[in-house]
């Protein structure tokens, strides 16, 4: 590793932690504004217009093949349709913040038991041991917030649909994916993802939003911060050689969310429920570590 790293890949991880982490609740406060629907088919139709621009400037190669479109529009519509949509349904049911980045971060878990079924890999049984000690840690962190309010049972099962979503999309990454440009895949991935919300926001939603202050940052956090800036530094991070720091990263999300949302939207987390969001963590670490 060489010694005389920029300065800003030496704050990346900090700066990609708090961004990422954030996007939750501030996700929560444009729900104040707008249906779910609406503001995530507002949020990728500015990505996908900066992403054009950067595309005719830049002008990076595209898929060769049909098929190459084709699995980057899967990824694209499982990613930005199922496991954002359900997430923000999730948050406007009334699961906290720190609770939805929790059920998130299991996705590394889901991700070590089912993909070696695709190779016919022996799972192992710290793979499944990890599964279970990051099922607990979620469960003890659900019953701890049921002190301060009941969990919503209708938001759990579309934040479980996300997780679903998100786990899907990197199973299909993992076997069918290429590399392509990120101006690329971006491109690509948030037109499908836009192309699948639209249909749902159009026959479920008003289309209403409240143009306010509050609005309009919320809305720019999750178009700069979320998708293009954390997105940025997530791969920039990844070609440097970054991947084990990467990996790290995401045990920290969910304490880093919950501590935000109390900061922002007042969500307490018991202290049983770190107790739990520690064991879920450490679950998450043995699966993915496991051989």
């Known amino acids: 590793m060489p010694t005389n790293r920029p300065l800003w890949l030496i704050a990346a991880p900090v700066i990609f932690l708090c961004l990422w982490s954030g996007g939750y609740s501030v996700a929560k406060i444009g729900l104040l504004y707008s249906e779910p629907m609406t503001l995530l088919a507002l949020r990728y139709a500015c990505v996908v217009a900066i992403m054009a621009v950067l595309f005719a400037i830049i002008r990076p190669p595209l898929p060769k093949k049909r098929a190459d479109w084709g699995h980057l ?47 016919g890999e022996g799972i192992g049984w710290k793979r499944w041991g990890g599964l279970a000690l990051g099922l607990a840690g979620t469960a003890i962190v659900i019953i701890a917030r049921s002190e301060i309010e009941s969990p919503p049972a209708l938001g759990i099962v579309f934040a479980v649909l996300g997780l679903m979503g998100m786990t899907f999309a990197t199973l299909w990454e993992k076997r069918f994916g290429l590399t392509h440009h990120p101006i690329t895949s971006n491109l690509i991935g948030y037109t499908a993802g836009l192309l699948g919300i639209l249909p749902f926001m159009f026959a479920l939603e008003t289309q209403q939003i409240s143009w306010t202050p509050g609005f ?76």
């Open 73 to 119: 529009a899967v990824v694209g519509v499982m990613i930005q349709t199922v496991y954002f949509g359900m997430s923000y349904i999730a948050l406007l049911y009334g699961v906290a913040a720190g609770t939805l980045a929790l059920l998130m971060s299991l996705q590394p878990i889901l991700v070590a038991v089912i993909a070696p079924g695709w190779t």
């Open 216 to 291: 309009f940052g919320a809305l720019a956090y999750l178009v700069i911060g979320n998708s293009l800036i954390s997105v940025g530094l997530l791969l920039a991070m990844i070609r440097a050689g970054e991947v084990s720091k990467v990996s790290a990263l995401f045990f920290l999300v969910p304490p880093v969310a919950a501590l935000i949302a109390w900061a922002l939207l007042g969500e307490v987390m018991p202290p049983l429920a770190w107790v739990g969001m520690a064991a879920a963590a450490t679950g998450v670490l043995i699966a993915t570590r496991a051989r």
